[in-house]
């Protein structure tokens, strides 16, 4: 069983429809959860991290960790073709490694 | 702003050629990663650096693959030879990364990486 599960998609949804990203992770030890996004043929770029548990908000982001259910979540609001992306979900070792999904591939559809 | 900087951008050889990237992180930071990221999967750490010194080189292929920071700021990946199953994408991060065990947060922020393509 790998670390840091995620559904590679697609996910493909109208444009304006709320998107929520998945992934489910198997060690608690660990305190910080990221999501990066990643354009086609880019490097990864952070959009948020949430330390333990709880919601942290930006904008149309959120992000949420559940630690008794080993979840972590991302929701965009009002979703736009520029979001189109495939998005990545990291938690961070003690030493500052991180551990990756495979990344879902977003499509919004205009 | 300030940007990690990885050059080629893209390369295609042939297998059992020898291939080089390069990496320069952004200024001030003391750890830089590579890594390689097969299409439709998460980035795989091959080599950690601290300054100048490896931290971890675990998942790095010695037989063939080999990195180095020798100054502790620019960093130079090399393949030789190159195989088929090499065809990847490969990306460098650096971050402030004060050390190991210590508590807090510690962003990577990613350079555009090289598409390696292996015939």
């Known amino acids: 069983q790998k670390e840091v599960e995620q559904d590679p998609g697609p996910l493909s949804v109208p444009e304006g429809a709320i998107v929520s990203l998945n992934c489910t992770y198997s060690n608690s030890a660990f305190q910080y959860f990221m999501w990066y996004r990643q354009y086609s043929r880019k490097g990864p770029e952070l959009l948020m991290y949430?330390?333990s548990s709880g919601n942290k908000e930006d904008g149309r982001f959120t992000a949420q960790v559940d630690k008794s259910s080993k979840y972590i979540s991302l929701f965009i609001r009002d979703s736009q073709p520029s979001d189109s992306a495939t998005y990545l979900c990291?938690?961070?070792?003690?030493?500052?490694?991180?551990?990756w999904g495979a990344g879902t591939k977003l499509i919004i559809k205009p | 702003e300030a940007e990690v900087a990885q050059s080629p951008r893209y390369k295609i050889t042939e297998k059992s050629q020898a291939v080089a990237f390069w990496c320069d992180p952004i200024?001030?930071?003391?750890?830089l990663y590579w890594y390689r990221q097969i299409l439709g999967q998460g980035p795989e750490l091959l080599v950690q650096f601290q300054d100048e010194s490896v931290v971890d080189d675990s998942q790095l292929p010695k037989d063939r693959f080999s990195a180095e920071r020798l100054k502790g700021v620019d960093s130079t990946l090399k393949i030789q030879p190159a195989e088929l199953g090499d065809s990847a994408m490969y990306l460098c991060?650096?971050?402030f990364g004060q050390g190991v065990g210590l508590a807090g947060y510690n962003e990577q922020f990613f350079g555009p990486g090289t598409r390696l393509t292996v015939l």
């Open positions: 949430t330390y």
């Open positions: 200024s001030g930071h003391a750890t």
């Open positions: 991060a650096s971050s």
């Open positions: 990291a938690k961070q070792r003690s030493n500052y490694q991180l551990i």
